[in-house]
Structure formats: structure tokens, C-alpha cells
């Protein structure tokens, strides 16, 4: 219990406190959940009744004649008035609002529970009017609504009751047909504007306000004719005059009516729609005449709201209006308030941001905003106005260019460089704020028009290139010393021109190239072109040699003929220079130049990346190319890569392929020598790989002709007596890479060729000839598939004779060329396919994890043949399992395999196998679990963990006794080898079943590890929705602040910099950052020079920033830090859930056969040479651990490294780190029970740190006395 007169501690606001006086009271009675309960009856209230005396009046004033409701009378509502009373004695006293049918007001039927007298009156005039709409017979329409509530506008006294009656005219008047408002116009605006003229004066807004929306809804809805009335422009003024009014309510009710009808009239949205509304040249006149009037004073706020209004406003006026506009925004901006110059900008960036139309704003008017903008250009230490200005003339600029950009081009020029000033300031969100503008500019403002300028030489002094000249000027200008600031931005924005203008105007920026190569070779400028090497006279530093490596990785589109003639005769010179100086005995030299010429090479795979000159300068590099492959073993990688660079990227026509394939007798030669050619005792044969994907890539561009004669001389070669087993092997590859690309005859051809390599002992031959069957079974060229459908009863006889003798690596090529030929079979070859199921079940279980893939795959291509042979997906499916099922009658190994097929089947064809199938499967697959054999009982608990991932889970529970009993059934020592895949069955389990119905079907021996689970399930289910209500309570906290996108949420950020040594509370500084907004002050002249209030730059002087404060230097680590200053950095739940999520996936995947299981004591890996020779893994054995493996030796201690071996303490080591006490940070040590123990650590870490030291101090003193 709270002891009496005291308080748990918490916030003051969420507490319950005593009333003065009452503090002895016990057991304070309350009744809010009895009022709540009371609420819910429609019966009379035994207090005060909600009904006002003007609500009842009004009542009865209406129920004694009759209302014309839509102008018309309906004499039926006089008839049979006493049924009608005893009718409605029947109601309660809010009956017309709790059953009112008409949609417009479900928002008013949740106020009747709000105990706000406004509300509470609203819901009694709806109540009263609804009652009076039903007397007379009504239906409830909004017409009708309208003229019940127009009338009790006019008879009501009450400010509240107007009030009321306004809100629902609001509501009701946006939902009444157009006609109704235009026949009624006359006496609606009347009975308007003198509710008007009554509250104008009156202390109360709430009627007003809505009045006002009501004659902005009314006017909305007239025709463009109505305005050409004086009482349409009248009423129009009165609305207007409320834009400037000092209650905020009423002046954003009328700023709002104004802008809905200059922006949504209806009239405006029609076929012959005028340019503008009537009354917007009004509107720009009487917004002029309030500004002009109220002449900038400081006290006046007209001149704001007005300036509020014309942001919503100025893109719906015509030209000579928005001129008028303007003018009057620059006048007043003269004044150096800084909120009226902040509004005005506002204005202005709407303004341009909404892309009128040349009737309102023309370029010419455009440039001219632009070119007063000029002279309110703020210093660029003043960082809010500087932001606005920046945001304001780059929209300024772009719409320009949308309306004109021969004119946008030159205004540029001068704003670049303003912009360029603005790199100067010491504020960065200038800095970044200038180049986002200037890089903005050049993308939506140049790069248009770039094309159509054609080439730009510097010699340019007129139009468009002129421009152009000078912008990139300007930008060069950055590279001076004088911005080195900001020179990471600079660098952005010359990287953005060069992407824009390089291909047109490369001349002119040779020298920024060579400014840029300078400033890099420049101490201390490390992370900012002439290479200046020569081969002769060079220094051996070679300063320019870092262009290579840039070049080589950026370089594309560009001229191949470049490579052939500059840099192909550089790298001669430098490669023979390195000859003569490995000749001369200096072989470091000969090594640099070396290298160097090498790096050169490198280069060629970029210029080879599209090309613009392929068809004019291949034939002139084609010889040099074939001549470093066969000659060159250091470039063969490279060229290589230069080669399937071109043929992949480059040869996009079939001029180009043509082209380059006509070299293909020159370069296929060398790259069938170079590949067939057995590496030297000691060298690598690493681009051998490089050299047959090359071939590969040069073969779809060569003549199908001239394949077939080198496929003919491979094959030729393949069969002489005299060659070796390498050469046999590489001229296998080589008829494997060839064999799609020929024609149908030579694929019969070699397949009677390499018949006799399948039944081959050798797995390396054999493995490679399915390997060329497996090509040309699968190629999608129509010489294949017409090759597959002739020879098909040929490579039946084959594929089933060769069955027996098919190596283990030879099995995934059999099986993906079996896979192939799958596809192309019809419902005459069923045989076949049943003769080959064994074989492909048998392989599920292969070592080769491209076999097991590839038999997988093939199942289910088989079935998918069933499907075509049936037609009825699911006799198709049945038919197919019934041949499966034959499986589980066999060997140990063949049962295994036929349950993981199984498995594979059931999770592919989940939603066509029939319901009692899939039963039937599922019963057949838990009497399995019963097996004494580990593998069949491993494969059954995969199958079961897939069929509760795909099966319904209601059609799931009518078999759970049958799995829990296969499950219990498991002999023990079996259950002990899957414990952890059991465990992970019983999670599934659990979260589908819960835990009482399923430790109620398992035996008493499974209890302990069900209960483990659900612990586990329960802890993580507490950690869970820990987190969720800590991020919760956060989330205010971490939202994130969104980048400014709009000049509004620029303008509105205070300066609130503070010097270092304040100490104020948050109140304290919010309360400093209101006085100060709106506040200015003058920047004084350098060396004490009087400010000149005359200078046409005074406006620069007058800054929204104090220049006295100080930037704070807090840094923002993104870290919270606790009341002792620890850090908490918390580990992503969300990404450890999705984690924890894949994995669950992926091991159902795996199960399935979908995914390749990966065993840690083995890694499987596909080779490219020789897909399934799986080689093991080294495996290395460590000595230590626990049990018979003995620990190498003790503990070693920290800090041992650094003890002095003749004296006490620590000394230093050369390339070893300090010798501090480094502490690690882990989260561990936050835990709160070993606080104490960690605690007692670093003191005693500290004590003798401090014990040290001292005996240090101590011995320097010695050592001074000597």
C-alpha cells in the first residue's frame, strides 16, 4: 500500500491528486463507467435536458405550418397529424440523430457522447431538424437538410445555436446538387452575408468561420456568368476582407474559401473553361492595396497573412497581375524584416515550383524575378535566407528552362557564380545546399540541350556554347586554393559537368584534367592528365602512373583505334626498355618499366567496352591481339578478357558480329593450341579456364561451316594413336564446347564418335562424352531440337545400354541429358521413362551434389511429362506416385531414395495431389519410422517436416495420432541420433496443435524435451514483445528528422545555436529560440568602416543569425547513452527474426530437395573442368580441446608480451601496440549480477595502472639525482 499523503513517483500530470480539503476521504465513489453504461440507452435524461430553449422554439415554430424544402410544398405532410403526433411521442429525445439516414452527418452522430456544449447543441439541432424533415414527410435528402437549416439560420438568436447551425450547413452544403445552389444563390448569399455582418463583431469565431466556408462552398459552385454580377463581387469582398483578420480560426476559414474558389471553382474544370477565375485580378489588387497600407510595419502582421495568402495564390492569377505581385514582394523585401523577406521567398518558390503556364508567368517576367532576386542575395554566413535563396532561384531557373531555355542558359552563368560565393561559407548546409543547386541545374537546365549544340571549342564568344564556357569556368575556379574547404563538393560538381558536356566540350577541359593531376601530386592532397611517360628520360617515381588503374576502371564508349595507337606503341617501348635494363644488370628498373607496360595492357578490356569504332579498328588490332595470346603467357588472361568483352558487349548488331567473326579462323587456331598445350613442370595452368570460356564466346560468332571443320580436326585428333591422355582430355572439351554449334548431320556424326567413350572406364573420358551429349541434347538452336527428335530412339538404346557402366561423376551430365530429352518425349515413349524412374530415384542419394540437383530436377520434369501424357493434372500425379510407391518395396538404400523423391514430389505438387493420397502417402511414410535403419527413418522425418510446411492445417489435424504414433515408435537408439531434428518436428508441432494435445500423444519419454520447448517458445515470445513495446515507447524518440525537401521546412528551422558554456534546461532554450525568431542584426564593416545604409548590398548586411554565437561542436554518435555515459547499442531483432526465418525456409527447402544440403565436415564443389570430381576438403587436425586431446599448455596471461624480462613493469615492443590494459567492450558485461565482480576488475586494472605509474615517477627521480 501507498502509505497516506504520498505518492509514487512519476509524472504530476498522469497521477491522481487529493482536492483541497479532502485529503481525509476514503474510498472516493466514482461513477464514470456507469455514466458510460447509462450513455448507451436512448432514454430521457433525469437531469437538464440537452435540448436548448432556441432548439425547442424552433421546433415548434416549424411543426406549426408547413416548410418548403427544394421549393416545393407537399400537401400529404398536413394529413392525419394526430398518427403522426402519437408517432413520435414513441421516439426518444434523440431520435432524429441516432437513426438519421442521411450519410453527410455520420460524423456529427459520434458528438452525441462528447460532453462539449458545442457538440451536445449541434446534435440537438440536427436532432430537432431530422424530426421536422420526417413530420412533413421528407426523405432525408441534402436538399432537404439545406433548406431546413438555411431557415433556422435566419430565426435562431443564440451565438451557439448559429454556431451549430453554420457547422451543419458546412457539412451539407458540399453534398447539394450545383442547380440547387445556383436557383438559390440570390437569398442564400443574403441570409449569409448578414450572419456575417452580425458575428463580425462579436467576440465568438465558431459561427463565423463556418458562415464563411458555407459562402466559399456557395460561390465554388456558381457559373463563370454570376461574376460579372455586383452582388457576387460584393459578397466575393467580404469573404476576402476576412483573409486578414486577427483571429486565426476565421482567417484560415477565409484563406481557405478564397483558394478553393480561385484553384477549384467549377466552372474551371470545364471544356471552355477560362485561363483564370473572374475574381483573381480582384483578389491580386486588394492583396497589393493591404500590403501598400500596411507599409512593413513591424507591429502590422497584415502584410504576413497576406503574404501567406499569396503563396497559395499567385500561380492562379494572369500575367499582368502576377507582375503587380511581384513588384509589391520586392518592395516590401526592401524592408529587411527577416519574417516578411522569409514569406515573400515562400512565395516566390511556390510560385515557381507549381510550373504555370506562360499566361501567368512568362520567360520574360521569369528572367526579370530573377534578376531583382540579385539584389536581396543574403551573405553567405547567413545560413537560413542563403538556404531559401538557393532553393528559390534553382526553381526559378528550371522552370525557365521548361518555358525557354535559350534564355535559362544565359541567366546561368551569374547564378553559378553566386553559387561558387556560396562555397566559401562556413556553414556546410550552405556548401551542400550550393552544389545539390548547381548540380541540379546542370542536369535538368544543360544536359537537355547539350546534343543539339554540338561539338564546343573554347574559342566559343556567342549563344549557347558561350554559356557553357563560362559555367565551366567558373566551376574550374574551385580547384583554387581559396575553396580547398570545400573542395570535395567542387569535385562533385566537375564530375557532374563532365558527365553532362565531356563528349561535347572535352576541349575546354583539358586544363581542369591537368589541375586536377597537379592538385593530387600536391602534399597533403591525397584523395584528389598527362601520363608523362615516354619509356626514355622518365622518372623512376613515375608520379602519373596512378591514371592507369583509373583509366582501367572507368574507361568505355571510347575510341579502340586510341588503345592501338598511343598506348600499344608505349607499352612496345616500355616492355623493350625493360630488356635492354634487365641486359644492362639493373633489374629493379627493368622491373618497373616491366610492370608498368603491363598495367598498360590492362586498359585493353575498357577500351574493348563498347566501342564507338569497332568496325573500323578490330581489323587493325585483330593480328596484334592473336600474336600477344600465343606468344605473350602474361597477357593471355587479358587479351582474353578484351576478347568476350567485345563479343558480349560490343557486337550488339549483326554487321559487328559478322565483322568479328571473320577473324575467327586466325583466333580460334590459337586458342585451340594454346588450350590443347600441356603446361611446363612448375607452371600455373590457370588460363586455360580463360582461354576455353573465350573459345566458347567466339564460337556464337563464328560460320556454322567453319565449326564443323574444326570439329572435324578435333575429332580426328581425339582418335590419333599418338596422343596423349592431356591432349585427349582437352580435345574432349573442345568437342564439348563445338558440339551445339554445328549442324544436324555432324551432331549424328559425333554421336556415333563418342558412343564408345560412354561405356568407357576411364570416368574422366566418360564423364566428358555425356558431357557433348549433354550439349547438344539441350542446345536451343533448332539444329538441336531437330537433331533430339531424329536420333530419339538412337539415344534411348544408348542412354538405357550405358545404364550399368555410368561412372558416379559421369551421373550428373547422364542425368541433364536425360532431363532434356524428358521434354521432347510423348506418351509413346511411357516405357522409357518408367525403365529409367529407378535409376533417377537411385541417384537422389549420389556424393555429387550436381547429380543429386540434376535427379531431383528430373522427377519433377517427369512428372510435369505425366501431366502432358494425361492431361488431368491429378490422375496424371496419381498415376506417377503408384510408380514411385514400387520403390519402398526394395533395398534399404532404395527406400531411403524413394521417400526423399517423395518428399520432393509432395512439396512441388502440393496443390494437385488429391486429399486421400496425400493421406495415404503420409500413412505408408510414419510406418517407416518404426525402421531400425537411421537413414530411412532420417528421410521419413524430412518428409514429415515438409508435409506440415504444404498441407492444410485442418486437414492436417485429422492425422496427427497417426505421426505422433510413427513418431513414439522410433527406436531409441535412433531417436538419441535425430534428437535435434525431432526437436525441431515437436516446435512445428506445438505452434500448430498446441502443447497439451500433443504431449498428450507422445510417450512419457518425450515430456522433457516438449516442456524444454515450450519454455523456449515462451521465453522468445517474452523477448519478442519486449522489444515491440521498446520500440514503441521509442519511436517518438528515433523518428527520424525527414531532409527538407520544400523551402517552407527550410524557413521554418530556427537558428538556435548556443555558445559552449550555457547551461539552460529544454524550456529554457525553446523559449530563447522564440525570442530570437523573427529577430535580425546587422553585420558591421570590416576594419571599422561605417555601415553604408545606401549600398545596393545593404541586404547582405542584415542577418537572420546571430554572428556571435558560437557552432556547437556536439558530435552525434547515434548512440544512446545511459545517466553513467555508458552506450547502448541493442542488436536488431528484426534482422535476427528474419534470419531465424530464412533459416526455417531454407532448411524445409533442403528437406525438399530443393536446396543442397551442406555438410560442415564436407564442402561439395563444382568444378568448371570437371563438374563432379568431388575432392574432400583438407582436413586439418588441432591439437587441445577437451577430453583424450590434453591442452597444448596453460593459460597464457594478458599482458604477458610486454613484461621486462630484467625489471618490474612493462616496456615497449617494436610492431606490437602500447602496452595498455585494453579492455574489449562486449554486451556481457552489462549484465547486472556480475556488476560487482566486473566492477572489482577495472579497479584492480586501475590500481595497478596507478602503482605503475607511480613506481615510474619514482625511478625517473632516481635517474635525475644520478
Known sequence: MVKSGKLRSGTGSKLKRWKKGHSSDSNPQTSRFRQAAKSRFFSRPSGKSDLTVDALKLHNELQAGPLELGGRKDACMEDEPDEMASERTSGTFLSGLSDCSNLTFRKVQRFWESNSAAHKEICAVLAAVTEVIRSQGGKETETEYFAALMTTLEVVDSAESQAAVAYLLNLVMKRVPAPVLMSKFSDTTKALMDVMSKQASSETSSALRWILSCLATLLRKQEASVWTYPSTLQAYHGLLSFTVHSKPKIRKAAQQGVCSILRGSDFLFTDNAPAHHPAAVTTAKFCIKEMEQAGGSKEDTTTLHILGLLKELMGTFPLGAVKSCCETLLRVMTLSHVLVTASAMQAFHRLFSGKPNASTLSPELNAQIITALYDYLPSENDLQPMLAWLAVMEKAHVHLASLQSSLSLGHLPRLFSAAMSCLLSPHTQVVSAATNTLKTLLTECVAPHMEEMGMISATASAGNPSYICKMFRIIEEGLAYRFHASWPFVLQILGCFYRIAGKQAHSIMTK????????????????????????YDDDLEFPRSWLIPVIRDHVKCTRLAFFASY????????????????????????????????????????FCTCPVDLLASFKGIARILGMAINERPDLRLIVCQALRTIINKSCTTEEEKADVGRFSKNFLPILFNVYSQEPAAGESGTYRMAVLDTIKVYLTVTETQMICTFLQKATDRLNSTDTTEFTRLAMMDLVVAMAPFVDELTMTKTLELIRPYLETKEPGMQKKAYRVLEEMCGGERDECKSFVVANLETLKVILLETLKNASSPAKRPRLKCLLHIVKRLNEEHKDFIISLLPEVIICTKEVSVGARKNAYNLLVEIGKTFVRFYGNTKDALEQYLILVYTGLAGSVTMITCTVLALTRLVFEYKDSIEVTTMEQLLHNVCLLLSSRTREIVKAALGFIKVILFVMDPKTLASHVTVMMEGIGNIKDDVRRHFRAKMKNIFTKFIRKFGFELVKSMLPAEHHKVLVNIRKAEARTKRRKQAA?????????????????????????????????????????????????????WLKEGEDDDPLNFLDPKVSQRVLATNPELKKSTKVEHGFKVTSDGRLIIREDEEEEQKNKDEGEMKDILEEAGVKSKKSNKRKLQDDNFDDDMDTGPQLKYKAGGSGIHRPLGGSRDLGVDYKSK???????????????????????????RKRAKLQGQFKGMVRGAQKGALSGKKMQKKKRKN
Open 1028 to 1080: 515491440e513495446q521498446r520500440d514503441d515507447s521509442e519511436s517518438e524518440e528515433e523518428l527520424p528528422k525527414t531532409k527538407s525537401e520544400s523551402i517552407e521546412d527550410i524557413l521554418a528551422e530556427s537558428d538556435s545555436d548556443l555558445s559552449e558554456d550555457e547551461d539552460k534546461t529544454a524550456k529554457a532554450q525553446k523559449k530563447s529560440s522564440r525570442q530570437q525568431k523573427g529577430r535580425a
Open 512 to 535: 581542369s584534367l591537368q589541375s586536377l593531376a597537379d592538385l593530387r601530386s600536391t602534399p597533403h592532397c591525397p584523395q584528389c592528365c598527362v601520363l608523362n611517360i615516354t619509356g
Open 567 to 606: 598506348f600499344l606503341p608505349l607499352a612496345s617501348t616500355l616492355r623493350q626498355r625493360a630488356e635492354e635494363l634487365e641486359q644492362a644488370g639493373q633489374k629493379l628498373e627493368a622491373k618497373v618499366y616491366q610492370t608498368l607496360q603491363l598495367q598498360i595492357w590492362t586498359m585493353l578490356p575498357g
Open 1206 to 1232: 630484467k625489471g618490474k613493469g612493462d616496456v615497449k615492443k617494436k610492431g606490437k601496440l602500447d602496452p595498455y590494459a585494453y579492455i574489449p567492450l562486449k554486451k556481457e558485461q552489462l549484465n547486472r
